[in-house]
């Protein structure tokens, strides 16, 4: 899709030409586009609506634009200063030309035109009076540079009690600009989006491939569709079917889209033109059916995957040992419980997700570790069960089954949970074939969007479930005994580095105050922990002072991670740069891009585990760091640690809702990027770097 990126330059481009237009001026440069206002009647009735026309004379080479500008530009606007009483509609906007601006596609006006506005009069305006309609006109006139103006507009009108007369100058024009907005389609239609394509369906009856010999579609809303890509239509007895590539805002077809049909036709030797309002719903569950099966099922290959990743091993050596435990008896229920604990989480993950993207946040997979309070947290869960199994504090099966098995619900209640927190130790990992399924999921109805995550959540706690379901690989256990209590102990320490990489995000994300802060509650929830198991052979009363000072000591530790989750002292950009990254911006990356110059874009968070292994694998090689110098490469580190609605455009632009993300620009202006794979290599590195 190359509407972002062409937008990014076209934005650049406007800048540069507007500070070129206000160096080049002493004083108010005159306008390039002469507008003026133009009614239809000759005077005002009271309490009738009546019509008033913008009208654009545009000067050769440029244009104006429409209500969706395409890859760039911004559509004219009105503020009105209109008397007491008055009130004016939106501006109805004729249907728009194509103008192609190098790789981009914009929408606009050329040579002249008049946008219709009505306005309504108020019924007690006295008959015999003038009134003075004012507004102040704003736009953006583009050719090769981009230039915004804005005029002041008026009209002076009498008040007449009669009908008023027709303006001989004003209403012609008007009125070829009303049969020119677009007529409402007498045709349903439909849309299927897939993470690649929208595909419209319009039931044209009557039309023939004879008959038709162009369609194309004007979304009314920037991101639907890549505007500058070619649209794939045919024509058949069902009616028209359109193609295009998807545009980059995800949430654009998450309901219906409405734009403008244009369909050109061939009548007795001549070319007619329609314009068409269209409104296309969501199609029926059944023709998105093919697409929702192909993202379930990479969720699904990405879910098992997971269960590879680093992120999730120190969880996977709790379950281990919970296997060992339950071989005698119960193992089938302890696996549907996992299941289950795991099903819920994703649900819950999942839904709040989604929520909050619908509600206008811009969040990705993973969204709960880009708050400091929600890391330091999980390190203080991960840490008392590390306690645990060192035999610290014997807390039981209640807390994500780190503790003894206990019989019955107790028991199950246990097994939930761990699949619970292996739900929560997966966010910071995005396996292959995941990141695909979940950006998909994200643009759909949320019923389609809750299947692939349980579906994801399915993959993962698939091997366990299989394990307790099938009963003869159970031979192949040790039996239980006293080694499994060093086990216990040795199975502690993948936990507390589990709480040792957590405690280094919060100084990512907050800085030294904040890491002093967690680790002091880490030292609180120690000497709780302690007091808690020391206490258990004291009488009645010691247990109460006890457990009161072990609950007040870790409350305190909950309240000095809230009470710190500001910004770091010294952020990821600036380490970013000490490594010899640049931080990403898109005004950057324009820059760049327009130079022509080749461009590694490393979208990566610092409690992403699969991000760490790559830079340390791949990205910070000696021999990637040479190749990248040899071929010019600029390397921009796009830090997503915490929330930033630029990277997660970025994201969504792909197809992607979590890190990592890793795209090459090739050199020369145009040009998509390779997007790497999420797990890379040094030599998959360099053979990419090669090709460009």
């Known amino acids: 899709m190359r509407g972002l990126l062409a937008r990014l330059v076209l934005v650049t481009a406007l800048v540069v030409g507007t500070a070129q237009a206000a160096l080049a001026a002493a004083g108010p440069p005159s306008p390039l586009v002469h507008v ?15 019509w008033l026309g913008l009208r654009q004379q545009i000067p050769p080479g440029w244009h104006t634009y429409w209500v969706n500008p395409g890859d760039s530009g911004e559509p004219p606007r009105v503020e009105w200063a209109l008397p007491a ?25 050329s040579n002249a035109v008049v946008l219709p506005i009505p306005v309504t009069a108020p019924a007690d305006l006295p008959p015999g009076g003038r009134v003075i309609l004012r507004g102040q006109a704003s736009w953006v006139v583009c050719e090769k540079t981009c230039v915004p103006e804005e005029a002041p507009v008026e009209l002076s009108l009498p008040v007449a009690a009669t009908t008023p007369a027709p303006d001989p100058r004003g209403a012609p024009l008007i009125e070829a600009a009303r049969r020119a907005l677009p007529a409402p389609s007498p045709w349903p239609a439909s849309f299927v989006a897939t993470p690649e394509r929208v595909t419209l369906s319009v039931a044209a009856s009557g039309l023939t491939a004879e008959r038709v010999s162009e369609v194309w579609f004007y979304p009314a809303r920037w991101g639907v569709i890549d505007h500058a890509a070619p ?31 244009v369909v050109t036709e061939r009548l007795d030797g001549r070319l007619a033109r329609h314009a068409l309002t269209l409104r296309a719903e969501p199609a029926a569950a059944a023709g998105a059916a093919p697409a929702l099966l192909a993202a379930m099922a990479l969720a699904l290959a990405g879910g098992l995957v997971l269960n590879l990743m ?60 880009q708050s400091p ?22 807390l039981g099966g209640r807390l994500a089954g780190a503790g ?118 880490l030292v609180a929830i120690a000497f709780a922990a302690w007091l808690y198991q020391v206490s258990r052979s004291a009488g009645a009363r010691g247990r109460r002072a006890a457990a009161g000072v072990a609950l007040a000591l870790a409350l305190g530790a909950v309240g000095a991670a809230a009470l710190d989750a500001g910004p770091a002292e010294r952020g990821p950009a600036a380490s970013v740069r000490d490594a010899g990254w640049e931080p990403f911006n898109s005004t950057r990356l324009a820059e760049l891009r327009a130079a022509g110059t080749p461009v590694f874009v490393n979208v990566t968070a610092a409690w992403c585990i699969t991000c760490l292994v790559n830079e340390r694998v791949a990205l910070r090689s000696s021999a990637v760091t040479e190749a990248f110098a040899r071929k010019g490469v600029v390397t921009l580190k796009a830090d997503w640690t ?51």
């Open 642 to 692: 915490r929330r930033d609605p630029v990277i997660t455009g970025v994201l969504d632009r792909f197809g992607r809702s979590g890190v990592p993300l890793y795209l090459l620009y090739p050199a020369g202006e145009g040009g998509e990027p390779a997007v790497l794979p999420q797990i890379l290599s040094e030599r998959l590195v360099l053979d990419a770097t090669e090709k460009i």
């Open 85 to 109: 009483g008055f009130t004016a509609g939106e501006i109805h906007w004729p249907h728009p030309e194509r103008i192609p601006v190098g790789p981009a596609m914009s929408y606009g006006y």
């Open 373 to 394: 309070l929600f890391v330091t947290l999980l390190a203080y869960v991960l840490f008392v069960m590390a306690l645990s199994l060192s035999g610290v504090v014997v």
């Open 310 to 369: 680093p992120c999730v091993l120190p969880v996977l050596s709790v379950k281990a040992l919970g296997l060992v435990r339950h071989a005698g008896s119960g193992l089938r229920g302890h696996g549907v419980a996992y299941t289950a604990g795991v099903l819920v989480s994703f649900a819950l993950v999942g839904g709040a997700l989604i929520l909050l993207r619908a509600a206008g946040q811009r969040l990705g997979w993973g969204f709960q570790l």
């Open 404 to 521: 003894r098995s206990l019989a019955g619900r107790s028991g199950h209640l246990g097994t939930f949970f761990t699949g619970a927190l292996a739900t929560v130790a997966a966010t910071p990992c995005t396996a292959p074939f995941m990141g695909a399924a979940v950006g998909y999921a994200l643009t759909q109805p949320w019923t389609s969007a809750l299947l692939v995550f349980e579906a994801l959540g399915l993959g993962l706690a698939l091997p366990y479930l299989v394990l307790t379901l099938v009963p003869s690989w159970r031979r192949a256990l040790p039996r239980p005994g006293p080694w499994m209590v060093q086990l216990e102990r040795l199975l502690a320490f993948p936990l507390y580095a589990s709480v040792a990489w957590l405690v280094w995000v919060v100084t990512q994300q907050t800085g030294p105050t904040g890491v002093a802060a967690a680790l002091g509650g």
């Open 36 to 50: 003026e206002l133009l009614s239809d009647g000759q005077s005002i009735a009271p309490g009738r609506t009546f």
């Open 231 to 261: 649209q794939a239509s045919r024509t058949s007895a069902e009616g028209i079917t359109l193609a295009v590539a998807r545009g980059p805002l995800p949430d654009a077809v998450a309901g219906p889209i409405e734009g403008v049909l």
